[in-house]
């Protein structure tokens, strides 16, 4: 008896770490570009995206963990007004020169059943981390229609104060605190 | 009888007097906190993806008394921006905004729906790639005040719609592409004349 169990324990172990493979996807940056929205004079919305993002997305749906791992270009800002992405990439903003990249990095997926629904990690801008919870909408894994690889979307979104990093220029009333920032996301599976 | 059908005469043309002095306010569009947006569905809804039109011109007229107005909005179809520059060549082509036979797309509404002194909708008539079709926008956060920089009153607001493609027959990339519903968000800022 104690022996069988013993058996049948290792045997479960083995099994579930087994089939539990951990799938690992490479973010798709074309399809993949944060986007941000803030508060004008409070008078209109203005949004923004940036250009480039890279990364890679772990899923194992047994386990229901999972991590993230992302690095967007600072660089690659891009709002309403050439001029104003001057201003952004500057020090009273991004300071690209000295913080080029932008990372978020999360090792806690949320799950509703097979379904992630929110990602807790923590965001790096301007040399300050603070912790975010990205919600995730409408996560979908599939085979992509036209290229047939294995590949997940979703829409990731959450709101920030931006003066928790200590970006606090134009504060209050030229552009709001809170930056609502809309994520899409493709990552293709690795199927190596 | 007659004397009262006199004095609604007389008021009414009072009214039709008063009328040049119920201004009429007129507001030019910014077109750099007005630039258009809109999302599509990518791949049969695996994401949203987001674009813009850079550069637009227009008025809006507003006669808060009266409640009504008027909006006209020019949009330079060339201006798009959307995710990738590849794309934006393909959408500026003749499977998409053809640009080249039409350069511009216009929205025109004379049906301003108010909710007490706020405009919360706007009736109207999107005209692009040689198509007219009719657009309920939905407004929502209308504010009016002062710039506190520059002094000058303005009003804002965002404007959304969801449109089908299809109707201007812009059918290029459906079903599996790009979807047929676009959502459209307006941000608006328009100064006082």
Not at chain 2, 43 to 56: D, E, N
Not at chain 2, 98 to 123: C, H, Q, R, W
Request: charged share 25%; proline share 5%.
């Amino acid at each position: 008896m104690t022996r069988h169990l013993a058996f049948a324990t290792v045997a479960f172990v083995i099994a579930t770490s087994a089939t539990a493979a951990e799938e690992t996807y490479k973010v798709d940056p074309v399809h993949s570009q944060p986007n941000f929205e803030v508060r004008h004079m409070g008078f209109s919305i203005q949004r923004g995206s940036f250009g480039k993002a890279t990364g890679t997305i772990k899923l194992d749906r047994a386990a229901k963990t999972g991590s993230v791992d992302i690095t967007i270009d600072a660089t690659s800002i891009k709002t309403i007004d050439p001029r104003l992405d001057k201003h952004v990439q500057s020090e009273d903003f991004f300071n690209v020169a000295k913080y080029p990249t932008i990372t978020f990095k999360s090792n806690k997926l949320i799950f509703d059943g097979d379904r992630v629904v929110a990602v807790e990690g923590e965001l790096t801008m301007i040399g300050v981390t603070k912790p975010v919870t990205l919600t995730v909408d409408n996560e979908t894994c599939g085979e992509h229609p036209i290229n047939k690889k294995p590949m997940c979307g979703a829409q990731a979104s959450a709101t920030v104060k931006r003066s928790d990093w200590g970006m606090k220029y134009g504060l209050p009333r030229a552009v709001g605190d809170d930056v609502r920032l809309v994520i899409p996301v493709e990552a293709y599976r690795d199927v190596g | 009888m007659s004397r009262c059908l006199a004095v609604v005469s007389l008021t009414l043309g009072l009214a039709v007097v008063a009328d040049p002095a119920v201004a009429e306010d007129v507001y030019n569009i910014d077109p750099i906190h007005s630039q258009p947006m809109y999302e599509i569905q990518h791949m049969k809804g695996i994401s949203v993806q987001h674009g813009s039109f850079a550069k637009l011109t227009g008025k809006v007229t507003l006669d808060r008394a009266a409640k009504k107005g008027t909006i006209d909005v020019t949009i330079d179809a060339s201006t798009i921006r959307s995710h990738d520059a590849r794309l934006d060549n393909i959408l500026k082509g003749e499977d998409y905004f053809n640009i080249a036979k039409y350069p511009t797309m216009t929205f025109k509404s004379s049906d301003l729906k108010f909710d007490g002194d706020n405009v919360v909708g706007a009736e109207g008539e999107l005209t692009m790639i040689g198509v007219t079709k009719p657009v309920t926008l939905k407004m929502t956060r209308f504010t009016c005040g002062e710039n506190p920089f520059n002094k000058k009153p303005v009003c804002g607001g965002e404007a959304t719609a969801t449109i089908k493609r299809s109707d201007w027959g812009m059918k290029a990339g459906l079903p599996v592409s790009s979807s047929d519903d676009v959502k459209l968000i307006l941000p608006i800022e328009a100064y006082k004349e």
